[in-house]
C-alpha cells in the first residue's frame, strides 16, 4: 500500500558530505512525522533525526551541528543532508513515515528499505 523508496548512501571519506532521500508513494491521504534511524553493526538502531508536518525538527545529540533534515510534502519527500561525516556515522539509515490512509484516521509507521553509508579513508 505505502512504498518508501531511498536513495544516497555510498562510501565517503571523513569530513565528507552525503544526501540521504527517502519518497513515500502510494495510499498516502497525510503524513505527519518523516525522519531517519540508523544501526551500525552490533548496535541497536537509534533516532537520527525527525521532522514534523508543520516543520518541528529533532536531532541525536550526536548529529546537531551537522546533519540536516528537510522534507518536501508535495512529494512526500524527507531528506537527510549529512556533513562533516565521521566513521562512527557508519551505518545503515533507514528512513519512515507515519501516513494516514485515504479513508482511514490513525497513522501508521511505514520504513525504508536501508541504504548504507560508510565513511572511511
Known amino acids: 500500500q505505502v512504498q518508501l523508496a531511498e536513495s544516497g548512501g555510498g562510501l565517503v571519506q571523513p569530513g565528507g558530505s552525503l544526501r540521504l532521500s527517502c519518497a513515500a508513494s502510494g495510499n498516502i491521504f497525510s503524513i505527519s512525522d518523516m525522519g531517519w534511524y540508523r544501526q551500525a553493526t552490533g548496535k541497536e538502531r537509534e533516532l537520527v533525526a525527525v521532522?514534523?508536518?508543520?516543520?518541528?525538527?529533532n536531532y541525536a545529540d550526536s548529529v546537531k551541528d551537522r546533519f540536516t533534515i528537510s522534507r518536501d510534502n508535495a512529494k512526500n519527500t524527507v531528506y537527510l543532508q549529512m556533513d562533516t561525516l565521521k566513521p562512527e556515522d557508519t551505518a545503515v539509515y533507514y528512513c519512515y513515515a507515519d501516513v494516514r490512509y485515504f479513508g482511514g484516521t490513525n497513522y501508521f509507521r511505514h520504513w525504508g528499505q536501508g541504504t548504507q553509508v560508510t565513511v572511511s579513508s
Open positions: 521532522m514534523t508536518d508543520g516543520g518541528f525538527t
